[in-house]
């Protein structure tokens, strides 16, 4: 006989996908012991709130959130990133039942069961075998690792969530496969450096269907080819072996799509925020890339206002910018973070000078973003899409990764689906967006 009410867990999940792909796996977990998910902090019988702690800001963030659940229902249970460094949390909110690190599932869960036993209810206890995911249908994020090797100056990521951890290789494809299974249409490839993939356990091969398959960038992005879905490789570092990836963008087996964090140019700044990979010969691989792969789509995010940036440095940025034509930008500007090695490095940049930096390199950017999608325009494309209207209907095209790249408005005579795939003429274009009609299906 069903019990009449099983236990509601209401869930925060904030930060990066990565992040989000820890919350797919609690999640998982709980609706498998039978706990329900709940829609708001009143009414659930707790709520977990899966922290960032990148930076102050996304810190505050998480206290806010953290204080709202407090003040709504009251039982709350913490993890992520800010629950690496628990200090503030407890400082600030010391009626939490539990505060854990990211990546720590078995803590979160044994927390939720201290608080709220599971129902263990068979009739509750289905879940389908792709997991619970947070993302709509059609795409889903796929995270081959955990952690970083990496100690840039500015960054405590490795700090929070420790050194490289690679998944093997078979594993990574078997949870590709089911998504697919389920109707996964695009994978989204992520990790802290996704191009340093299988380093740390020596590139081992793994068991796969009739074959073995080596714990690599080439080798998984190869795989991953051969499902039939849009792969997108995303936080991708520019080691030189990331050279071979782009054969696999002409052959069609993944997007021609490459989110490369450069977060400068300046040889001076790159060395002061010790970035990895040699970047000095970075223009010319992006040209002959682009000559190999004419449809390739380069993302990529800059931080202005580093210690030290002079402004030449800036300039030496604004023209590698132009050259090297980035077709999506994001820009931050550069916040000290406890702990981070650069806030000892002094000579701050000042607030303002910041701020006017950010303006110059986004409007920049902007002008470069709208001449390259001009050139799209009389082309057709395929488009996934995400929404549908009545007569206009958003989706993405394959140089768009969901939530921070631009969309494709497309009209069409007939009602389109959530998680289609269509072909559309492109129109016209403005400075992040393009807008056309359905061509074919």
């Known amino acids: ?87 503030q949390i407890e400082a600030a909110y010391p009626g939490v039942l539990s505060i854990t690190g990211p990546q720590q599932y078995e803590s979160v869960l044994d927390a939720v069961h201290r608080a709220l036993p599971p129902a263990h209810n068979p009739h509750l206890d289905l879940v389908p075998p792709q997991g619970i995911k947070l993302t709509p249908r059609h795409y889903a994020y796929l995270k081959i690792s955990e952690g970083c090797n990496n100690r840039c100056s500015f960054c405590i990521i490795p700090k929070l969530r420790g050194d490289l951890v690679s998944r093997p290789a078979n594993d ?106 040699a970047q000095e010969k970075t223009l010319a691989r992006i040209k002959q890339w682009r000559e190999e792969c004419p449809d390739l789509t380069l993302r990529s995010t800059f931080i202005v206002g580093f210690p030290g940036e002079s402004d030449s440095d800036f300039a030496y940025l604004l023209d590698w910018l132009e050259e090297a034509e980035i077709d999506r930008a994001g820009c931050f500007k550069y916040e000290p973070v406890a702990g981070a090695s650069s806030n000892a490095l002094g000579h701050a940049v000042p607030d303002a000078t910041k701020q006017e930096r950010w303006n110059a390199l986004m409007a920049r950017q902007q002008r470069i973003s709208a001449r390259r999608l001009k050139r799209k325009v009389g082309t057709r494309q395929q488009v996934i899409i995400d929404e549908v209207g009545p007569t206009v209907s958003k989706g993405r095209s394959r140089a768009d990764a969901p939530g921070i790249d631009g969309v494709v408005y497309i009209s069409s005579r007939r009602q389109l689906k959530v998680g289609e795939i269509v072909t559309a003429k492109i129109e016209r274009s403005d400075e992040y967006d393009l807008h056309g009609s359905v061509a074919g299906f």
């Not at 068991?207 to 997108?232: H, I, M, Q, S, T």
């Open 172 to 277: 990574v494809l078997r949870e590709a496969e089911k998504l697919v299974t389920a109707g996964v249409k695009e994978l989204l490839v992520i990790s802290q450096d996704t191009s340093a993939y299988g380093v740390d356990i020596k590139y081992a091969t793994s068991p796969w269907k009739d074959r073995e398959v080596r714990a690599k960038f080439f080798d998984l992005a190869k795989e991953l080819g051969e499902f039939g879905a849009w792969v997108r490789l995303q936080y991708v570092y520019p080691y030189p072996h990331v050279d071979e990836i782009i054969g696999l963008m002409t052959q069609g087996k993944i997007l021609p799509y490459l989110d490369i964090p450069f977060q400068h140019a300046s040889p001076e700044i790159l060395k002061a925020m010790k970035r990895p990979a």
């Open 1 to 87: 006989m069903q019990q009449a009410t099983a236990p509601k867990v209401s869930f925060v999940s904030l930060g990066c996908p990565k992040a989000l792909v820890d919350s797919e796996r609690i999640i998982t977990r709980l609706r498998a012991e039978g706990y329900e998910l709940a829609r708001k902090h009143d009414g659930a019988d707790l709520v977990i709130v899966n922290t960032c702690g990148f930076l102050d800001s996304a810190k505050q963030e998480s206290l806010t959130a953290i204080g709202e659940a407090m003040a709504e229902n009251g039982k709350v249970i913490v993890t992520g990133c800010m629950g690496a460094e628990p200090e």
